[in-house]
């Protein structure tokens, strides 16, 4: 049998005492084996700073052991991360699962208490939600945020307000935000967006951007466009842009590019594009098209058509059905109209029609009717033109 590691005789003392509820000489033993390299000590006094809310410290202690191999200090540890908000939690995760989160030794405080249960819980929602039921994970997030949980609160009214359960869902939201979680903040900030309350959405997207959520800029920019404060907007839209937002770029660029300021505007849409944003492609398409561009115009619609934005599909049916080139034309037109636009589906009846397919023609005309009655398509207009 090998020899005990350094500080082994602390660690088992240590647990002695917790259960004696003689905490402080229990840390200060704990504390001792952790300094000596003994990642047993190091994970109990972590949990035992925990429990007191001496956040910071415990997380410094369940590093230490999580970084040593063990498997529950790095569940633990990505917890507190997440919480924080900070991305390295899901290197702690990954870590956790790996090695299994086998119990290596006795834990130092009960599972009986708060913390510990919160975390427990925590876990096992996590669990669910990688092994794809996410829809059974609001039993364990409740439980969770009822013991104080932030993040399990965040997660708990993402998944209300999804049922369509608002009400309960900002309370959560609100109750984290309030002791800090900035993605709970810019959730609420989000929702009162979107119903219009705009100084309510202000305020907690300003928390959220307080807490470094690049996407809240985008969102409080947005806020201000929505009263009209242009300029204050402009600058929110920028800040995002420049921290990487692809929304930010969007609506940067979008708006310069409407008040007069198009070459800059252009570059920012561009850079919009290169982050992925099939508005932004839609957007400077139009542009491209509008200014004689239409091969950028066209490359920029299938761009962002082939990445399933409806919108653009229907431009770029358009375009290749003026080019006369009728099979692409088809192809983009029925994904826009099966994508549910209305114009597209008059346009792509137009096509058919004229491809002798009168039966697939009149149930399009008849679906967009039903969804608009007063649509008219592109190609209706422009056949009744002189060439």
Not at 88 to 106: C, I, M, Q, S, V
Not at 157 to 163: K, M, P, Q
Not at 287 to 297: H, K
Not at 303 to 330: D, I, K, P
Request: proline letters at 3%.
């Amino acid at each position: 049998m090998g020899e005990d590691p350094p500080g082994h005789e602390d660690v088992v003392h240590g647990l002695e005492l917790v259960r004696q509820d003689r905490a402080q000489e229990a840390a200060a033993l704990f504390e001792r084996a952790a300094r000596l390299g003994n990642s047993d000590g190091a994970h109990n006094l972590g949990v035992l700073l925990l429990d007191a809310d001496r956040v910071a410290e415990a997380r410094h202690w369940f590093r230490q052991a999580a970084e040593s191999g063990n498997g529950d200090s790095a569940m633990i540890l990505a917890s507190l991360l997440q919480q924080a908000g900070h991305p390295e939690h899901e290197y702690w995760l990954d870590k956790a699962l790996a090695a299994g989160r086998g119990p290596k030794f006795e834990k130092a405080v009960p599972p009986e208490t708060a913390q510990a249960r919160a975390l427990s819980a925590w876990e096992r929602a996590v669990r669910l939600v990688q092994a794809g039921q996410p829809g059974q994970a609001e039993a364990p997030l409740r439980e969770a945020a009822e013991l104080g949980h932030l993040a399990a609160m965040a997660n708990l009214g993402v998944i209300l307000h999804r049922s369509g359960r608002d009400a309960e869902a900002v309370t959560w939201w609100r109750r984290a935000a309030e002791d800090g979680n900035t993605d709970a903040a810019y959730n609420l900030g989000l929702f009162h967006l979107k119903g219009d309350r705009t100084a309510e959405a202000q305020r907690w997207l300003r928390k959220a951007v307080d807490g470094g959520h690049t996407e809240a800029m985008n969102d409080l920019g947005v806020a201000f466009g929505n009263t009209g404060d242009w300029e204050e907007a402009e600058s929110w839209w920028r800040r995002a842009a420049h921290a990487g937002s692809g929304g930010g770029a969007t609506n940067l660029g979008t708006h310069l590019t409407a008040h007069g300021r198009a070459a800059e505007g252009e570059r920012w849409l561009r850079v919009a594009v290169d982050r992925g944003q099939p508005i932004a492609a839609n957007a400077l398409a139009l542009r491209c098209r509008n200014t004689g561009r239409p091969i950028q115009a066209e490359s920029l619609w299938r761009r962002a058509a082939e990445a399933g934005h409806v919108e653009s599909a229907y431009h770029l049916g358009l375009l290749l059905a003026l080019a006369t080139r009728v099979g692409e034309a088809q192809r983009w037109l029925a994904q826009a109209a099966e994508g549910g636009l209305p114009a597209a589906m008059v346009d792509l009846a137009e096509l058919l029609a004229g491809s002798g397919r009168g039966s697939e023609a009149a149930a399009w005309r008849t679906r967009a009717k039903q969804l608009d009655p007063h649509v008219t398509g592109q190609l209706t207009v422009t056949r009744d033109e002189p060439r």
